[in-house]
């Protein structure tokens, strides 16, 4: 299963980028038991591995001048938590995202 979410941002390709890069493992690292691979960044998109309850969830990031496209797939198992995480998966990207 393929979870997909879109977040607007004002902050311009770069600079999203490097708040979504170094600010992921931080969000991520706050939900106990998950554990994430370390993010690899390939021009405008960055992709990683989070793995928990024994299960292992990929994710990529495309970053555009005025958006950020975020696509978790999701195992079998965890798909009865999809709402959860599109929540905290929207939930995070805009903090880190939000002007400051």
């Known amino acids: 299963m393929s ?3 879109s977040i607007p941002h004002s902050l311009g390709k770069q ?3 490097r708040r979504l890069k170094s600010g992921m493992a931080r969000v991520l690292g706050s939900i ?3 554990k994430m691979d370390e993010p690899t960044r390939s021009g405008d998109r960055i992709s990683f591995r989070v793995s ?3 299960q ?3 994710e990529t990031v495309d970053v555009a ?3 950020v496209r975020l696509e978790v797939m999701l195992p079998l198992l965890l798909q009865k938590f999809a709402q ?3 929540r905290a998966m929207t939930e995070g990207a805009r903090r880190l ?4």
Do not use: F, M, T
């Not at 995202?97 to 400051?100: I, M, N, P, S």
């Open 52 to 54: 928990g309850l024994g």
């Open 32 to 34: 106990p038991g998950l």
């Open 97 to 100: 995202l939000e002007k400051k």
């Open 3 to 5: 979870l997909i979410v």
């Open 65 to 67: 001048e005025d958006s």
């Open 56 to 58: 292992v969830a990929s």
């Open 15 to 17: 600079e999203a980028l």
């Open 84 to 86: 959860i995480v599109q």
